[in-house]
């Protein structure tokens, strides 16, 4: 009975982790497009061009195996990769988690607070 609710924990992991993933990757991609290229040089971190094609190829990884289509998701992605669609995924998570906390962080310090407005 154990062995079975750790099996279904992991497979949901397995399902959802990619698709959450694919979401923050989706919003960072926007937010490093509509940010201009001069803020990214000011702050001293790589170009736009680095990092809204870095974070395209993570919406891409993590977004075409999760579509209904290919059937399988991320373990028909794993065993065309020989288990490399694991390492995709972990270099996937690492570029969102770095993205956020550098470079988007930093670009925010320099922006900025933009919230809501204060009344």
């Not at 959802?16 to 940010?35: E, K, N, Q, Y």
């Not at 075409?64 to 059937?71: D, E, I, N, V």
């Amino acid at each position: 009975m154990l062995r079975e609710g750790f099996d279904n924990g992991v497979s949901w992991l397995a399902e959802w982790l990619p698709r959450v993933l694919c979401l923050f990757a989706l919003l960072g991609l926007l937010d490093a497009a509509t940010t201009r290229e001069d803020a990214f040089r000011a702050v001293d971190k790589q170009t736009k061009r680095f990092w809204v094609t870095v974070l395209t190829l993570v919406v891409v990884v993590t977004g075409l195996p999760s579509a209904r289509y290919l059937g399988g998701g991320w373990v028909a992605l794993s065993n065309a990769f020989n288990g490399l669609g694991f390492l995709l995924i972990l270099a996937s998570l690492v570029a969102t988690i770095i993205y956020y906390v550098d470079v988007r962080a930093t670009l925010k310090q320099m922006r900025g607070r933009r919230g809501w407005p204060r009344r």
